[in-house]
């Protein structure tokens, strides 16, 4: 994949990742705030004041999530990003630390929720 093909796919995965923590926020699941700076997506729990961080690596062609529970590193791979040591998918993975850090019921992230 090209420089340019990796960044427009991992702007819409922030996008989507954004848009379906917004969605959640106005359903009343989660008490979240989002804050985008360039490739850099902050998750900040109202309730804890606690944060995951979901960003692009472009050199390594990466995603990258970070949380209480760790930090993972996310590759493209036959249409969606895959944990480099475990092959978790991204949206899975977020959905769990999501779950985690709300303190909530289950929450599903996912770019179609």
């Known amino acids: 994949m090209t420089e340019t093909e990796f960044l427009d796919l ?12 917004d969605r ?4 009343d699941r ?8 360039g490739n850099v997506l902050e998750i900040e729990f109202l309730h804890n004041g606690s944060k995951v961080i979901v960003n692009s690596q472009a050199a390594m062609q990466e995603m990258w999530l970070a949380a209480r529970s760790g930090g993972f590193h ?12 475990d092959g978790t998918d991204l949206f899975d993975a977020l959905s769990q630390v999501t779950t985690e850090q709300a303190g909530s019921g289950p929450v599903v992230v996912s770019p179609q929720s």
């Open 74 to 85: 996310y590759r493209y791979v036959d249409g969606k990003w895959v944990d480099t040591r």
């Open 10 to 21: 991992a702007d819409s995965t922030l996008a989507a990742i954004e848009s379906a923590l």
């Open 24 to 27: 959640l926020t106005d359903e």
């Open 30 to 37: 989660i008490d979240v705030e989002c804050s985008r700076n």
